[in-house]
């Protein structure tokens, strides 16, 4: 295509507000999307993890602190590797230049976790120069529990909700291919409730390409949103405070 047709105002009102009524219906039907997102089922996590960082060990519990929602971003970094994934560093230095103080204010924590050593990704973090929570899961099963470490001797391969069969009937095995074990990055919710940690959501592939800077599009993501008033289901954080005994103020 070439540059777009060149028209008098009035022509480009009418078209401009033609594409205005399709925006705005997406936009309700993001909002509905957002709203059936926050009243998706979660998951009690049984499992113990532990992530390694300069601190030394810490637990799934430990990677909230003390907020009650906590956003991984799984970063692709090999231990094999000696640099995060140009991707995924890119998708990150973009969300490092917001303001991580916006999730804070509304309880939410943010991290990074990848499997490679400590060691490489407290180099790499200052090369990047970024002060941002990043963990090791090197010594744990959670890449493999949250699928963005595929290894068939571990378990069934399985990408964005999807088996290896499904994605090359989808035509989408690009996803699924390289050499064992290889990794891909996702973004997964928790929710703390003082007692027991929950999964929320996950998302992989295409499914945070909008993520990147937006700190909304972010907490869009969790089960409690952006916890304003106009957001459905109405009420959504006061409900869990008061449905789950000890939930975290």
């Known amino acids: 295509m070439g540059m777009p047709e060149v028209v008098t105002r009035d022509e480009w009102l009418e078209a401009r507000k033609a594409l205005l009524a399709r925006e705005k219906a997406l936009t309700k039907e993001l909002d509905q999307v957002n709203a059936d997102r926050r009243r998706l089922p979660m998951v ?3 499992k113990e993890y532990t992530f390694h960082g300069p601190e030394g060990d810490s637990s799934l519990s430990d990677l ?3 907020k009650r929602q906590l956003i991984v971003r799984h970063f692709m970094f090999d231990p094999a590797w000696d640099a995060g994934c140009p991707s995924c560093t890119a998708a990150v230095e973009e969300m490092a230049r917001g303001h991580f103080e916006h999730l804070a ?18 180099s790499y973090r200052r090369v990047k120069g970024w002060d941002l929570p990043w963990y090791s899961s090197l010594q744990s099963d959670f890449n493999y529990d949250f ?12 990408y964005n909700y999807r088996s290896r069969a499904e994605h090359a009937e989808a035509g989408t095995l690009g996803y699924v ?10 973004l997964s919710c928790f929710l703390h409730t003082g007692t027991d940690v929950f999964h929320t959501y996950s998302t992989y592939a295409r499914g945070d390409d909008s993520l990147v800077g937006s700190v909304y599009g972010l907490l869009d993501l969790t089960v409690l949103g952006r916890q304003e008033e106009w957001e459905e289901p109405k ?4 409900m869990i405070r008061k449905a789950i005994p000890n939930f975290a103020p």
């Open 64 to 66: 909230f602190e003390g």
């Open 147 to 158: 699928h963005v470490t595929l290894d068939e001797s571990v378990a069934p391969i399985e």
């Open 44 to 46: 009690r996590l049984e």
């Open 105 to 122: 204010e509304r309880d939410t924590a943010f991290a990074l976790v990848s499997r490679a050593p400590i060691a490489k990704i407290e």
């Open 177 to 186: 291919q390289g050499d064992q074990p290889f990794e891909r990055p996702g």
């Open 235 to 238: 009420g959504r954080a006061e």
